[in-house]
């Protein structure tokens, strides 16, 4: 069981922090802020060679309306600065090599560790979504089709399967802007429900980093914008992740 | 594609409401405030016979404190006022012969729906809960046990499928204590981990209905009370369901 609370954590964290400057946008620079650069967490949470199957791959569930703006945004990712993300089955595998900080250990007596934006691997059934990441810009855009096992009022996707994909995306983002490790809060104005089957696009922009906190907002809307689904901010403590050789292991 | 957003629906509906007063707790009356009994929906919602399987009941896959716990809420609706509702696999079970207000119709060309927080059928692999509803107290406990599908940091589970856990709670309780049927706002602070596997109990209450909307609070512990994982906030609003009979069908 783990006790030591996030605020607890920030607490200790905030000491170290002291005597860096806060950064606020613009002229964000996490990595003077904190450890690593964004670029190289990218190029670690990015793998050019893996044998993992990347779940964020178009397959024959999508729609037209996800697929091709799929394609408009992995033509930017050729010449505008995005990225794609890929997605493994577990987040283990995005950090291979590193762990939780200290404290944070919990027993791993199970094989099957499914990331829970993935827990269903029927295609079309459950979540389909692929995430770009900005990593100048500190924005990112990710494409949610939700599958009928999403449902929440008949025909609709449940407002939870939006939260868990909102964290999801503040999560990555957090993590490649600036090491933002955990949710310390989430906030959602639902708007319109979301239809099974179409297409949401989750717009995430990191607003400041204060404090060892990120701080999010995110916009969801129908593709063409004319419907806007929800509106939500993030808040995360930035942590950084341990080498698994660490002496503190 | 449904256009009308909860706030429109909202000001329509509050037309309606203005002839009546809004209630506060404590004295809280939603027969008064809205349609139907608390006492009428929970017994529409909790069929005494039906062939339709309840997800909500014990499984090898229970802990011991997940089983004990249950037991004792059992006892509870014995003689304390306490209901456990049962869990079907789609909302769309729990309200046969009603339907969605009109204008919130979505395509329905597939069958196999699942409501999201049962999404994954695998015992223990993903949502194990139950929902115990008290309708003279208008509060819940909610019974939570996540399993490895649903996890973010590496053996603990993800933010997201607390959201969606909390978001599942205030819906049930908040369509029971008085016909609330959208989630308008859900804020939640995050405070510790769940590991995976362990139980975390959520306590829902409703604070008051006002204006049409349930207000609601929760607050998410480990069963000893020693560790809060998570506090929370959800604002719903009150929408009748129609008959599927109706004449605006």
């Known amino acids: 069981m783990m006790r030591r609370s996030f605020q607890v954590a920030a607490r200790l964290g905030h000491r170290r922090a002291l005597l860096r400057t806060p950064c606020i946008l613009p002229g964000l620079d996490p990595a003077a802020a904190f ?13 050019v060679k893996t044998d993992l199957k990347d779940y964020a791959l178009p397959n024959a569930s999508w729609g037209p309306d996800m697929l091709s703006l799929y394609q ?22 995005h950090i291979q090599g590193l762990k939780l900080p200290s404290g944070l250990v919990a027993a791993s007596d199970k094989s099957d560790w499914r990331i829970f934006t ?15 990441f900005h990593p100048f810009k500190k924005k990112s855009v990710c494409l949610f089709q939700p599958g009928p096992y999403l449902e929440g009022p008949p025909g609709f996707a449940h407002g939870g399967s939006l939260a868990a994909m909102m964290d999801e995306t503040f999560s990555k983002t957090a993590y490649l802007a600036g090491e933002g490790l955990f949710t310390l ?45 929800a509106k939500s901010s993030g808040v ?4 950084q992740l341990e080498e698994e050789s660490s002496p503190w292991s």
Chains 1, 2 share one sequence.
Request: charged letters at 25%.
């Open 118 to 132: 993935r827990c269903i691997q029927v295609e079309g059934q459950g979540y389909e979504y692929v995430i770009f």
């Open 35 to 47: 450890g690593s650069s964004t670029d190289s967490l990218v190029s670690r949470f990015c793998p």
């Open 236 to 239: 995360f403590l930035q942590w």
């Open 185 to 229: 809060n989430l906030n959602i104005r639902f708007k319109n429900l979301i239809p099974v089957g179409s297409l949401a696009v989750l717009n995430v922009q990191v607003e400041k980093i204060e404090d060892q906190k990120l701080y999010m907002s995110c916009i969801t809307q129908s593709r063409d914008q004319e419907t806007v689904y």
């Open 72 to 93: 408009e945004f992995l033509e930017k990712t050729k010449s505008d600065g995005w990225v794609k993300l890929p997605s493994f089955q577990s987040n283990r595998d």
